[in-house]
T-cell receptor
Framework: QQQVKQSPQSLIVQKGGISIINCAYE??????FPWYQQFPGKGPALLIA?????SEKKEGRFTISFNKSAKQFSLHIMDSQPGDSATYFC??????????????FGKGTHLIIQP | DTAVSQTPKYLVTQMGNDKSIKCEQN?????MYWYKQDSKKFLKIMFS???????INETVPNRFSPKSPDKAHLNLHINSLELGDSAVYFC?????????????FGPGTRLLVL
């Protein structure tokens, strides 16, 4: 059972464009939704995270939009740059984001920003 | 100044062997984890551990066992390696701060079983 579904699997965006990655979850107990960025040969690194008490969170060029009723959340990368090319994972967890169950990850989106 | 480190970075071994992967964190975190990333890049938690409790994902074979000699280390022992164990294994650690528990990942250990 895949509890966090992520799409698209791969995405190509022109430099300066907006990259959008979507995730949907099934477990209504999830209350912490981070996005991780992974470069080739490296471990995932936290990019931005949101809790369901807000509908949007913005940090620089990165924005999470959250729709609790639809059980969906998305990552928007504004003014996408070649350096943003990486694999992006959405994740979800119960509670603060750690502890017993860890993070449940989506399957990842391979993002390529073309110069 | 590495936060979460793993050794070795690459591990190539024969089927049936027993191997260990070491993980160390210098962040003072209380909780550590092991994740497995398969060839399709799917990340799945295997274990979470703090100094009081080990939580095992029920899908993890008992050939895998975490060992924590102290709070800063969580090593992964794998017995009777199988071809399907080939993957990248990530160690992570976390601590609660500002209401959320950010997990910091190590660089990964690429295991290839022949």
């Amino acid at each position: 059972q895949q509890q966090v579904k992520q799409s698209p699997q791969s995405l190509i965006v022109q430099k300066g464009g907006i990259s959008i990655i979507n995730c949907a979850y099934e477990n209504t107990a999830f209350d912490y939704f981070p996005w991780y960025q992974q470069f080739p040969g490296k471990g995932p690194a936290l990019l931005i995270a949101i809790r369901p008490d807000v509908s949007e969170k913005k940090e620089g060029r990165f924005t999470i939009s959250f729709n609790k009723s639809a059980k969906q959340f998305s990552l928007h990368i504004m003014d996408s740059q070649p350096g943003d090319s990486a694999t992006y994972f959405c994740a979800a967890s119960i509670g603060s984001g750690g502890g017993a169950d860890g993070l449940t990850f989506g399957k990842g989106t391979h993002l390529i920003i073309q110069p | 100044d590495t936060a979460v480190s793993q050794t070795p970075k690459y591990l190539v071994t024969q089927m049936g062997n027993d191997k260990s992967i070491k993980c160390e964190q210098n962040l003072g975190h209380d909780t550590m984890y092991w994740y497995k990333q398969d060839s399709k890049k799917f990340l799945k938690i295997m274990f979470s551990y703090n100094n009081k409790e080990l939580i095992i994902n029920e899908t993890v074979p008992n050939r895998f066992s975490p060992k924590s000699p102290d709070k800063a280390h969580l090593n992964l022992h794998i017995n009777s390696l199988e071809l399907g164990d080939s993957a990248v294994y990530f160690c992570a650690s976390s601590a609660l701060s500002g209401g959320q528990e950010t997990q910091y990942f190590g660089p990964g250990t690429r295991l290839l079983v022949l």
